[in-house]
């Protein structure tokens, strides 16, 4: 297996141009949103929403406004970039029934289109949302960190338009340093509040895709402890356990009750 | 004597396929570290992955109406973004 790669996003050089959206459509020819008749949001600048099927990048624009205030002194604007994390557990990869969720040789997750079935089960397993179905091909799909591009050399789409360089891409051993360096960086000249997401390994083993935020995790749309669906197995397993313990205890006292039944009967038509 | 080898012998396959029952319920997955191998991978394809016509989601997939030759996905068109 060749060395892990992936992105390391940097939200606070982030300037929500969406770059990266247009780059990964025009790229990966995703078809447009309501056939190109799109709707705006109506509570933000952000037409996109979400990452779904037919948007494997979403530039998230998060703006905190206090509505009290009419001058808005003290609004900020937070942008972030999303896009699959690339997960070292990946929960997706964990419940796909036909094997069309594979790993390959960069340690990056991707959805094989004409295995997929369309069954959804990875939709609900990741923990982050990214999974959705392609209304033209009717299967899952999600961001493949340019599996077609890594394989003759290039650097993905959404990394290569970015203005800012917001997105970096790169082994995660050196992303990680760079990331750490940014991180340091940013404490010095007071903006202590930054830290980086997904890139140790407590978040499911490690996300190949890691953010540097300057808020919770939850302010972005992202889950402060995301878990992989086969922690419900032991106790599910064991519920089910008792469950079936149950009903076969309520069949075998049924049996006896009507047994007994049938005896009294014959026991008074005897007497 | 007989009675309980007996006893034994059907015990030993039930237990076996207790066991089985509750490894198939671990996953692969979640041990799996950094750069670490396939994990829950089931591995149905080579070592290095060949995906149908890159990642496109119109695979096999019949283009129709109106601006359709436009719509043909081609490797042409793909270099063209690249540059």
Redesign the interface.
């Known amino acids: ?1 060749a ?2 790669m992936g992105f390391f996003t940097d939200t606070t050089v982030c300037i929500g141009c969406k770059a990266c959206e247009i ?1 990964c459509k ?6 447009a949103t309501n056939g190109g008749q799109n709707t705006i949001s109506g509570v933000s600048y952000d037409n996109t929403r979400q990452l779904d ?2 948007h494997w990048r979403h530039v998230r624009f998060i703006e905190q406004f206090d509505t009290r205030d009419p001058n808005r002194t003290d609004g900020r604007w937070l942008l972030m970039s999303d896009v699959c994390k690339h997960c ?4 997706c ?2 419940v796909c029934p036909t ?1 069309a ?5 960069f ?1 990056t997750v ?1 959805i ?4 997929c079935n369309g069954c959804r089960a990875c939709i609900s397993a990741c923990p982050f949302g990214v999974i959705g179905i ?1 209304p ?2 009717h ?1 899952a ?1 999600k961001c ?1 960190l ?4 890594l ?1 003759v050399g ?1 650097e993905p ?1 959404c990394s ?1 338009a970015c203005p800012t360089d917001s997105i970096q891409f790169g082994t ?1 051993s050196q992303l990680r340093d760079r990331a750490q360096k940014r991180v340091g960086d940013l404490h010095q000249q007071g903006q202590t509040e930054a830290y980086l997401y997904g890139a140790d ?1 407590k978040i499911v ?2 996300l ?1 895709s890691f953010f540097l935020l300057m808020d919770k995790p939850e302010v972005y749309g992202l889950p402060k402890d995301p878990q ?1 669906p ?2 419900n ?2 106790p599910s ?1 064991i519920g089910s356990g008792i469950g079936a313990v149950l009903v076969g205890l309520l069949g075998l006292l049924n049996f006896r009750k009507r047994r007994m039944d049938r005896f009294a009967a014959q026991g008074h038509r005897e007497s | 004597m007989g009675d309980k080898m007996s006893k034994k012998r059907t015990r030993c396959p039930l237990l076996v396929a207790l066991l089985a029952v ?1 490894l198939i ?3 692969p ?2 041990q ?11 591995g ?2 080579d ?3 060949e ?2 016509r ?8 019949p283009l129709t109406g109106a601006g359709r030759d436009d719509n043909i ?1 081609s490797d042409a ?2 270099e063209d ?2 540059r």
């Not at chain 1, 070292?88 to 929960?91: E, I, M, T, W, Y």
């Not at chain 1, 094989?112 to 295995?115: E, L, T």
């Not at chain 2, 799996?32 to 089931?42: E, L, M, N, S």
């Open positions: 297996m060395e892990p780059a025009q790229w990966n020819q995703l078809p099927g037919i070292v557990q990946a929960g990869l964990e094997g969720i594979v790993r390959t040789e340690d991707v094989q289109s004409d295995v392609n033209v091909s299967t799909q493949t340019c599996y077609d591009r394989k290039m789409a290569k995660i390994d083993g490690g190949n992989l086969s922690r197995l032991a397993g | 509750g319920g671990c996953s997955e979640a799996r570290t950094r750069g670490g191998g396939p994990g829950a991978d089931p149905n394809v070592s290095v992955v995906i149908h890159g990642a496109d989601p119109g695979y096999k997939v996905r068109s793909r973004v690249s």
